[in-house]
Nanobody, 129 residues
Framework: QVQLVESGGGLVQAGGSLRLSCAAS????????MGWFRQIPGKEREFVAA????????YYEDSVKGRFTISRDNAKNTLYLQMSSLKPEDTAVYYC??????????????????????WGQGTQVTVSS
């Protein structure tokens, strides 16, 4: 498995924007989907967005629709999450993840963490009010 490394997190005021990046250490061979999740202490990891690596089909959690955009650059092996109109409730550690054709969760919907079998270490996003 390739290593996934997130970057771009930080502190931003409400209404501001950030762009997260997730760089794979090599070509994501066998990967068919990549996604973003977030987690705050004491809560379960929450789906944010996902996209099919080849076709680019996008999926979003309802609370981020119209504010967040997921994209990927296949040539750079990099996944992005453009976040706009940020709210304090978007504060969390954001994780990048990938799902492979050989993963046990291939039949799960994109919003389920079990669909993904490779995870990054996370990047903190803090939105101040």
């Amino acid at each position: 498995q390739v290593q996934l490394v997130e970057s771009g997190g930080g502190l931003v005021q409400a209404g501001g924007s950030l762009r997260l990046s997730c760089a794979a250490s090599g070509p994501p061979v066998g990967v068919y989907i990549m996604g973003w999740f977030r987690q705050i202490p004491g809560k379960e990891r929450e789906f944010v967005a996902a996209c099919m690596w080849s076709a680019g089909t996008e999926y979003y959690e309802d609370s981020v629709k119209g504010r967040f955009t997921i994209s990927r650059d296949n040539a750079k092996n990099t996944l992005y999450l453009q976040m706009s109109s940020l709210k304090p409730e978007d504060t969390a550690v954001y994780y990048c993840a990938s799902g492979s054709f050989t993963g046990a969760g291939i039949a799960l919907p994109p919003s389920r963490p079990g669909k993904y079998d490779n995870w990054g270490q996370g990047t903190q996003v803090t939105v101040s009010s």
